[in-house]
């Protein structure tokens, strides 16, 4: 067992056997100490020991309290959506995560169109420019200077944070937490004993929490209020590299290798088992991978016997057609929240009462 699934194991039942509760007992006093330390920051932006920005434009942060995939980008495209059918004009900001840009602002893409790479930008917010074509979409390693970057533009209605609930320096007009369902607060201890990135009483900060990937199970934390819940679900159509699509429904009966390289690989190989599709082989990779030749050795290798690859569409996004001899899809996510027509319209009721 490498170090990675070790700690993912300490983080889901802090520990199985006494070697295992041995390390985790001993991390938990960094861990103490992380949270505190996230503890006093907060205490600070609350008293306004800490300045923050309040920016002329209503910000919208979609964010959560654990490390790991929680499905923030399909959330975010979402509400990108639903903004733009009610007539206003969003702009997405992210610190591009993996991404190579190191200047102060840099445009992703706007009515223009895609203006950098997956490889410069990082690639949730390739994504997400990729499906909003008109949206404008900004990396800045500083929110503030991203937010700025977008009022002198004078074009936007609304700034979308993505991954920014623990970015206390920019206030926000409405704070989205989500939480997996399935975990929403691993064993309740923050890093590195736990995922927890601070302890799980600053969710009182949250305006509205969505639970993630609920399918039909509901959580019984409710944090002091009702939260929403939602399920993702993959796309009925899959594009290969080369842009052409083909319906899910053809994939059954095809020898195929899933790969995945984002926070949670389990969620996207159980994802197809619901839409009935049972890869020969998966290769699990870690977040944000970028693909270099020793992955893609480790694709082909295993793929001698198979009929085509898939993919995730997070990760299409670094890939090219010729860098397999075999042709390899990817398949977006989206997803259904319930009540969703509820969820907005307190968010957009909170955004501009």
Avoid at 8 to 32: D, Q
Avoid at 295 to 323: F, N, P, W
Wanted: net charge positive; proline share 4%; with cysteine.
């Amino acid at each position: 067992m490498n170090i990675v699934e070790l700690h993912a194991r300490l983080v889901a039942t802090g520990g199985s056997n006494r070697y295992e509760r041995l390390l985790f007992n001993l991390l938990k006093p960094i861990a103490f100490l992380y949270g505190i330390i996230g503890w006093c920051r907060n205490r600070c932006y609350d008293f306004g020991w800490f300045s923050a920005y309040q920016s002329a434009l209503p910000v919208i942060s979609v964010g959560n309290i654990a490390v790991g995939g929680t499905g923030k980008t399909p959330v975010v495209d979402w509400l990108v959506k639903q903004l733009v059918q009610q007539g206003k004009r969003p702009a997405i900001i992210s610190r591009g995560y993996s991404g190579s840009f190191a200047g102060d602002a840099g445009v992703v893409s706007s009515a223009d169109g895609l203006l950098m790479s997956a490889a410069e930008c990082g690639d949730e917010p390739y994504l997400l420019a990729r499906r909003n074509r008109q949206c404008l979409v900004i990396v800045a390693k500083k929110r503030i200077v991203g937010i700025k970057a977008v009022e002198i533009r004078g074009d936007i209605d609304v700034v979308i944070l993505d991954d920014g609930f623990q970015h206390r320096a920019v206030k926000r007009t409405v704070d989205l937490v989500l939480l997996d369902t399935n975990k929403p607060l691993g064993n309740g201890w923050p890093l590195p004993a736990g995922n927890l990135r601070e302890f799980s009483p600053s969710l009182q900060r949250a305006d509205y929490i969505l639970m993630t990937r609920s399918k039909q199970k509901r959580s019984e934390l409710h944090f002091g209020y009702r939260p929403f819940y939602s399920c993702h679900k993959l796309a009925s159509l899959a594009v290969d590299l080369d842009g052409n699509t083909l319906p899910v429904a053809k994939f059954t009966g095809l020898k195929l290798l899933a790969f995945a390289g984002i926070a949670n690989p389990e969620s996207f190989f159980s994802s197809l088992s619901d839409i009935g599709i049972i890869p020969e082989s998966k290769l699990a990779f870690a977040d944000h991978d970028g693909y270099n030749k020793s992955t893609l050795a480790q694709i082909r290798t295993a793929a001698v016997s198979v009929d085509a690859l898939i993919t995730t569409e997070k990760d299409g996004v670094k890939l090219r057609a010729d860098m397999f001899d075999l042709p390899c899809y990817q398949i977006g996510m989206d997803i259904e929240i319930e009540s969703g027509e509820e969820l907005f319209g307190k968010i957009s009721t909170k955004l501009w009462s």
